[in-house]
């Protein structure tokens, strides 16, 4: 189950690049006349982004979020290697080596958490997720009207985490008649408020800044604030005696992505 988790969490992580390519298109396309959501390339991004979630949802069944979440960031390496269309000649030698850290900081998080889920929810998960939704909502319009993509990119990363942390939460199995029940849950609702903001100010952010940047902050943001709050309030575990190397995973990880959201990736457009 284990593979299984793995097999869907990186399925989910090359249909979030291909969104996040198309979702920066279409972005920066938008006019007074044709806003963002009647551009083609943004729709289909967030097709793509709704594929990538339910291939999340399914990891985090078998993995605890800090595993999924880091499988997933390794979106902003294929970005950056986007950005030089995939010709590895064309990457400056800092940031191939930066993906390479990606690599290594994926493998070593995801080879250190323990896979299955604890046998109880503690009692203090649920209202602190629903809190973290309502504070989100609040931030989400002075968010939007600051015009700074990366406050908006680092708001994004802590809405998607605690989706991540919510689908965690609610135990969503394949039993329609058992996930209809979820529909009475406040983490259900708390779940959906979250997903909005964080699609909302991703879009903003794409528009206003540069896809590698917003890329790197929402995906710092979103191993470290749920991966942490996944270990200490849901008790998702760690291997016994892989601690050390789950720490030095995302260290590795944070360092190459703050190396790929350097002004120099910025500078290069995304290929359409």
Known sequence: MTLLGLAAALAAMLANTAATLLEAAGSRRASADRPVWRQPAYLLGLALDGVGWVLAVVALRFLPVVAVQS??????????????????????????????????????????????????????????????????????LPVLRSGRPLLMAAVAGAAYGGTALSVRALHITSDLAED????????????????????????????????????????????????????????????????????????????????????????RRVPV
Do not use: K, N
């Open 71 to 140: 499988v997933l960031t390794s979106t902003v390496a294929l970005t950056t290697l986007a950005a030089h269309r995939f010709d590895v000649r064309r990457v400056p030698r800092a940031q191939l080596v930066a993906v390479g850290g990606v690599v290594l900081g994926l493998v070593l998080v995801a080879a250190s958490a323990a896979p299955g889920r604890p046998a109880a929810l503690p009692s203090a998960a649920v209202p602190v997720l629903v809190a973290s939704a309502l504070v989100l909502a609040a931030l989400a």
């Open 180 to 267: 209809m029940r979820l529909l009475t849950q406040p983490l259900t609702y708390a779940l959906v408020v979250m997903s909005v903001v964080g699609v909302l100010l991703v879009a903003a952010a794409l528009r206003e800044g540069a896809p590698g940047t917003v890329t790197a902050v929402l995906s710092v943001t979103e191993v470290l604030l749920p991966g942490l709050a996944g270990l200490a309030l849901l008790g998702d575990g760690v291997r016994p005696g892989w601690a050390p190397a789950l720490a030095v995973g995302v260290a590795v990880l944070v360092a190459s992505v703050l190396v790929l959201a350097r002004p120099e990736v910025d500078r």
